[in-house]
Every structure is written in structure tokens, then in C-alpha cells.
């Protein structure tokens, strides 16, 4: 079971439209009315007038008002009119103390207020989680004010004063009112707490180890190269290498004795060859003499 949250405070609330907040308001009014009409003309004593009409008056339209303005938020205000008629009855407790005789009733009195005065506040305020206290703390006086009262004020052999009456019936009206309270309140639990996401920040992967790197043979730096001197002109560089020009070659001499001035000159007589017809016939074989017959036949 998670500790925070059952010792969170939960939140009340009644609804005004609903049937026990109308019927509290409406008798809160009465209770209200009641006690002006019953203690009527009893203002002569300034304590009096304050404590046992003005606080009774005041608180039950306060309740009321509660009820109606405040019943959906902040609800825990109708506290401050329930503790002014805690005060209310022990100052009217105190007020006719010489006429108790039942000391055991005086007692249950005192009790009785004050476990209205701590337990209301406490359930209103969210401090204790359920509203069950609520009907039965008032339920049961409620009910021994209705078996005691109601034969009293039936009573036409020993009637009641009228103001004594209409002090009763502004009691009962209270208590009945505050009955459909404890009825009417409405549990809404505890208000979420807003919860800030927690922000978590990754962590650093480890960075692995550098290999060691083998040590690199330096690399050795190129000397630079000599200046080159001027070179003069129409010599070569030194550091080309000089192609001997190619000689020319000779004209190939002519076979042929060939004179341009005597060329066309006409030859001397007798130096051009007689042709002769040679007698002796060209023999070509046999193998022709056979093909020259074939031929002529």
C-alpha cells in the first residue's frame, strides 16, 4: 500500500442542487427564523442579545450560505459557522447551568460539542477520509431531541412556553439540517500531484583505448635543387643533352653520264649502231615449233 497516498488528504463536497443540500439550506433558514422568533424581545442584556441570538442567526445562514456558494470548492469554510454554534451552545449550556440537574446529560452535553467541533472540521479539511462520522454524530442527538421534545410540545395539560417551543423546533431543524449534510458530502479523493518527469542523462559510453601506433619512419625531406645559373644565349642548357645535327646526305650520283650541254648535240656519223637481221632464226624448242604448227593450222 503506498504511504503517500493514505496520508494524502481527500476533498468534500456537496452539490447544491441536489436533494440534501437544498433541504439543508432551506432548513438552516427555518433554524434561523426559529430562534429569532423565540428569543424575541430578550435583547434587553447585550451578551444575551449577542451570544444566544446574534451567533445562532449568523452561523445557520453562514451554513447555508456554504452550502450554496461554496459547495463545489472550498467547501471546508462551512467549518467557521459550525464552530460559532459549537460556541453558541456552550455559552447556552453555561447560561442555564443552575437548571441541570442531570449531571450524566451535562456531561454528554460537553462531549457532544466537542466532538462536533473537531470531527466536522477534520472531515471538511480532508483529514479524515470518510463522512460517516457525520450522520450518526448528529443522527443520535437528533433522535433523543425528537423522543424527548416532540411528547413535550404535544403536551396540552403542561404546554410549553412559546418561546421554549420555537427554541426546540430550531434545534431540530439544525441537527436535521446537518444530517443531509453528512449525507449530501461527496468524495472526490486526493488531488493528483503533479509529478515532473525525471530527466535522466545517458551516460558517456566508455571511449576504448587508442591502439598504439607503430612508430612511422620519417619521411625524408627533398633537399632543394640547386639554382639554376643564366645560361647565354645560343648555347644550350646544361642539363639538356646537345643532338648533333644531322648531316646532309649526298645526292646519289647518277649512273648515267649525263651531259645537259651535250645532250642534244647530234651524234658524229658512224657512232649510231647499223641493226642488222640476224639469219640464224631464234630457236624456242620444241615445245614452240609444236605450237606455232598448231597455231598456223
Known sequence: MDK????????????????????????????????????????????????????????????ALCVLLFGKKGFFLSSLPVLMGVVFFIFKLVFKLAEFNDYVRLVLCILLYLAVGIIYPATVFGWIRTKWL????????????????????????????????????????????MVFIGFGLKKHGPEPTVVEPEIVEPV???????????????????????????????EPAPSEEVVPAEEPVPAAESTLDFDPETAFEPAPEGSIPELTLDPDPIDFGPETEAQDSAHEQ
Not at 426559529?34 to 451570544?51: H, K, L, T, Y
Not at 442527538?141 to 410540545?153: G, K, N, T
Not at 598504439?212 to 620519417?218: F, I, L, M, Q
Open 4 to 63: 503517500s497516498n493514505s496520508s494524502s488528504r481527500v476533498k468534500f463536497t456537496i452539490d447544491k442542487t441536489g436533494f440534501f443540500a437544498e433541504g439543508a439550506m432551506i432548513l438552516m433558514v427555518f433554524a434561523a427564523l426559529f430562534q429569532v422568533i423565540g428569543r424575541w424581545g430578550q435583547w434587553n442584556d447585550r451578551i444575551s442579545a449577542i451570544m444566544l441570538i446574534a451567533l445562532p442567526v449568523v452561523s445557520y445562514l453562514l451554513l
Open 134 to 177: 457525520l450522520p450518526p454524530l448528529f443522527g443520535l442527538p437528533l433522535a433523543y431531541h425528537i423522543v424527548r421534545d416532540l411528547p413535550r410540545l404535544s403536551d396540552t395539560v403542561n404546554p410549553v412556553t412559546f418561546s421554549d417551543g420555537m427554541q426546540e423546533m430550531s434545534m431540530l431543524c439544525m441537527l436535521l439540517a
Open 204 to 234: 558517456p559510453e566508455p571511449v576504448p583505448a587508442a591502439e598504439p601506433v607503430a612508430d612511422e619512419k620519417p619521411v625524408p625531406v627533398e633537399e632543394p635543387a640547386p639554382a639554376e645559373k643564366p645560361v647565354p644565349a645560343g
